[in-house]
Each structure stands twice: as structure tokens, then as C-alpha cells.
């Protein structure tokens, strides 16, 4: 009896050190994973924006030779615009897939936001690609981003369109569904969304593609023809609205991409409005004194200078600390605060709150590349402009702060 419990004993000894090997093994395999997703990324990462700069900087060594022809000087100063507006998008889509970007959700009409969009979708397909609408809902109400929602139809077009070889027809089905299947090892969800679906007759998806078609910087496209960036953005908008993305396709069959967003309780439609930016000319400057806070100085020494070109007297300082103390000492100064969000000590929005309770007449606008605070919490109503903004951009935020 004892040599019988002996043995069990070890037995189970002999187990546990079984699963405890088996879960070391496991966790190694985990962390080996994810340092070749990490590799993968930051590898696509630095790729992409090496071949950015190679633009801009060669571009910055041409302007500086003597005697550069107008015709040239344009030439490359327009070069170095696109690119950086490249630069921008591609930290943009990045955010999005990582479900980092500050949205701003709100009601608006699926139809109308497509039938508005409809001459930029048939542009960037080619008119080789029949473009076909099926309408099932009326209305179509959604909540979410109207820009990420018109990004995200882009992204999928233009998919579909290389998928086409740039000819064929593409679909887009908009229903209202009753849930979201089980599908890629989640559990269903019994909630009403809006459905998009964008199907094309192209060439499909093999099965080994498929688990891998949203993952950053993976594409099946040739070298040089896409960053692999565009359905990560779908699936990081789809995932950061409370929606999903689901895939159906088949090698010879063309693929279905569904987008599933959530229905809008309130019927009442505040989209439909083309959000595009202006292309009018930047306000003439009303005058009034700018509070700058930016903690990077080079950041800091920038903008104060534009700000100033742009006919404002303004002042920095490196930290909201600082700018409080100000206000405090002299509360009349200054026409408005200017201020980054992500800073040491009191961040921006910390200062932006403090600021709406004590002095509620003082306007505060928000300006960041990037915030955990924003993308999780959205901008507590304050203005805000994205980080890397243009002068005109600046321009109009500041003119629209100061005539509220």
C-alpha cells in the first residue's frame, strides 16, 4: 500500500512538472511571437518611413543649390508636402489599427455618407470597375467617425480594385442586421448594426491569407504597390467603434469584406455633411495673444513662430504648470491657450479642465500627434488639432477659437 501511494505521489509529481515545462514552453513560444509581430511592425515601420524621408530630405538638398529655377524649387517643394501628408496618413492608419485614435462619433445616414463620397470611389477604382449600390435599410442610421467611416470605404475600394486587376464590379450592400455572427474564434454578438458589405469579383483570397489579411504591413500585393496598411485600418476603426470586420472569400470567387457598425439609437441624422477640408484660403488673423504650451522645444520654437506670422502675439512656455501660474498673475493676457496634450506633470487636457472651471471665458484648444487620454476618453469637448498640422490648419482654429 505505501509502495502504491509512493508511487502516485511521484506520478503526480512527474505531472506537475509535466505542465509546468509544457506552460514555459508555451509563454516562450507566446513572447517569441510576439517579438516577430513587434520585429514585423517596427520593420514595416521604419521601411516605410525611410523611403518618406529619402523624399524629403533629398528634395531639402536640391533646394539648397544656388540658382535653382522656379520651375524646380516648386517641383520639390511639392514633392516634400506630399510625402509629409504620406508620413501623416501612415501614423493615421497605424493609430487606427491599434485602436488609438481619438474618434468622434456621430450619428449620420450610411447612404447619404456613401452617395457623398461617390466621385471620390469611382476616381480611385478606375472606369473599367462598375460601381453598384444595394440599399436595404432606410434610413441607415450609424454612430461612429464620418471620416474614419469614409477612410475605411476608401481602404476597402481601393482592395477590391487591386483585387480587380482594375477591372470587374464592386458591391456595396448596406442592411441593418440583428447581430454579428461567431466568426474568427469570437462569440456572436445579438445587438443591431449596420452592415457594409464591399464585394468584388476579383481574384480572391487563399485560405493561408486569411488569418493574416488585417495584420500591419502584410500585403499580397508586389513590392512597391501597397504598404499593407489599409485593412488594418478597417479592422482597428471597426474594433474601436464597438463593431467588427468579417471576411468571407474564396480563391477564383472574389472576397466580401462586412463591416458591422452600431446602429444609432436616435434617428436623427447629423452627418451627411462633406467634411472634407476647405480649400478656401486660411482667415485673416483678428488679432489677440496666444498662450503656447508645448513641452518639445523644437515643437515649441516652431509653432510660436507661426503663430506669429499668422498676426498673433503669443507666448510659450514648456509646461502647464507654467501657463496656470501665468494666467493666475495676469488673467486678462491672454485670447486664448494653445496647448499639447501629452506633457509631464499636468498634461493638457488636465489644464484644459482646469482652465474651463476657473476661467470659463478663456477658449482652450487641444493639439496632439497621439493621447491615451483622447483615444480612450475622446477630447472632453475641447477643439482639437491633430499634430502635424499646416499653417492653414492652425490658421482656422485659431481665428474660429477666438471668435466664439
Given at each position: 500500500m505505501t509502495d502504491q501511494v509512493a508511487a502516485l505521489q511521484q506520478s503526480q509529481r512527474s505531472l506537475l512538472a509535466e505542465i509546468a515545462?509544457?506552460?514555459?514552453?508555451?509563454?516562450?513560444?507566446?513572447?517569441?511571437?510576439?517579438?516577430?509581430?513587434?520585429?514585423?511592425?517596427?520593420?514595416?515601420?521604419?521601411?516605410?518611413?525611410?523611403?518618406?524621408?529619402?523624399?524629403?530630405?533629398?528634395?531639402?538638398?536640391?533646394?539648397?543649390?544656388?540658382?535653382?529655377?522656379?520651375?524646380?524649387?516648386?517641383?520639390?517643394?511639392?514633392?516634400?508636402?506630399?510625402?509629409?501628408?504620406?508620413?501623416?496618413?501612415?501614423t493615421n492608419q497605424l493609430l487606427a489599427f491599434a485602436r488609438r485614435q481619438p474618434l468622434k462619433a456621430e450619428d449620420f445616414d450610411v447612404v447619404e455618407r456613401l452617395h457623398l463620397n461617390g466621385d471620390v470611389l469611382r476616381t480611385v477604382t478606375g472606369s473599367r470597375?462598375?460601381?453598384?449600390?444595394?440599399?436595404?435599410?432606410d434610413p441607415c442610421v450609424i454612430n461612429a467617425d464620418p471620416t474614419q467611416f469614409d477612410t475605411a470605404i476608401l481602404n476597402m475600394a481601393v482592395n477590391a480594385r487591386d483585387a480587380m486587376q482594375g477591372?470587374?464590379?464592386?458591391?456595396?450592400?448596406?442592411?441593418?442586421?440583428?447581430?454579428?455572427?461567431?466568426?474568427w474564434g469570437h462569440a456572436a454578438v445579438a445587438v443591431r448594426f449596420i452592415s457594409v458589405v464591399v464585394s468584388d469579383t476579383g481574384a480572391g483570397i487563399s485560405e493561408q491569407d486569411l488569418p493574416r489579411i488585417f495584420e500591419p504591413f502584410f500585403t499580397t500585393k508586389d513590392v512597391g504597390k501597397g504598404t499593407g496598411l489599409g485593412?488594418?485600418?478597417?479592422?482597428?476603426?471597426?474594433?474601436?467603434?464597438?463593431?467588427?470586420?468579417?471576411?468571407?472569400?474564396?480563391?477564383?470567387r472574389g472576397a466580401s469584406f462586412t463591416l458591422y457598425l452600431p446602429r444609432a439609437e436616435d434617428r436623427r441624422v447629423q452627418g451627411g455633411v462633406d467634411l472634407t477640408p476647405s480649400a478656401a484660403p486660411a482667415p485673416v488673423s483678428g488679432g489677440g495673444c496666444v498662450l503656447l504650451v508645448e513641452?518639445?522645444?523644437?515643437?515649441?520654437?516652431?509653432?510660436a513662430?507661426?503663430?506669429?506670422?499668422?498676426?498673433?502675439?503669443?507666448?510659450?512656455?514648456?509646461?502647464?504648470?507654467?501657463?496656470?501660474?501665468?494666467?493666475?498673475?495676469?488673467?486678462?493676457?491672454?485670447?486664448?491657450?494653445?496647448?499639447?496634450?501629452?506633457?509631464?506633470?499636468?498634461?493638457?487636457?488636465?489644464?484644459?479642465?482646469?482652465?474651463?472651471?476657473?476661467?470659463?471665458k478663456l477658449p482652450v484648444v487641444l493639439t496632439s500627434g497621439y493621447s491615451q487620454v483622447l483615444a480612450a476618453e475622446?477630447?472632453?469637448?475641447?477643439?482639437?488639432?491633430?499634430?502635424?498640422?499646416?499653417?492653414?490648419?492652425?490658421?482656422?482654429?485659431?481665428?474660429?477659437?477666438?471668435?466664439k
Open positions: 515545462e509544457r506552460e514555459r514552453i508555451e509563454e516562450a513560444l507566446r513572447q517569441s511571437q510576439k517579438m516577430e509581430a513587434i520585429g514585423q511592425l517596427t520593420g514595416g515601420v521604419a521601411h516605410d518611413f525611410n523611403n518618406l524621408l529619402t523624399v524629403i530630405l533629398g528634395s531639402i538638398d536640391l533646394l539648397a543649390r544656388p540658382n535653382l529655377a522656379e520651375e524646380k524649387r516648386q517641383r520639390y517643394l511639392t514633392a516634400i508636402m506630399e510625402t509629409a501628408e504620406r508620413a501623416a496618413k501612415l470597375i462598375e460601381i453598384g449600390l444595394d440599399i436595404r435599410c477591372e470587374g464590379k464592386l458591391t456595396i450592400l448596406v442592411e441593418e442586421r440583428s447581430g454579428i455572427p461567431a466568426t485593412l488594418s485600418q478597417v479592422f482597428g476603426f471597426a474594433k474601436q467603434s464597438g463593431g467588427e470586420i468579417v471576411i468571407e472569400s474564396e480563391p477564383g513641452d518639445n522645444q523644437l515643437v515649441g520654437e516652431f509653432a513662430q507661426l503663430i506669429g506670422d499668422l498676426g498673433y502675439g503669443n507666448m510659450w512656455v514648456p509646461s502647464a504648470q507654467e501657463a496656470l501660474a501665468l494666467i493666475e498673475a495676469e488673467p486678462g493676457k491672454f485670447d486664448m491657450v494653445f496647448t499639447d496634450v501629452v506633457m509631464p506633470g499636468i498634461s493638457g487636457v488636465e489644464l484644459a479642465e482646469t482652465l474651463r472651471n476657473r476661467f470659463p475622446g477630447t472632453h469637448g475641447f477643439e482639437l488639432l491633430q499634430k502635424p498640422y499646416t499653417a492653414d490648419g492652425l490658421a482656422r482654429v485659431l481665428r474660429t477659437a477666438m471668435t
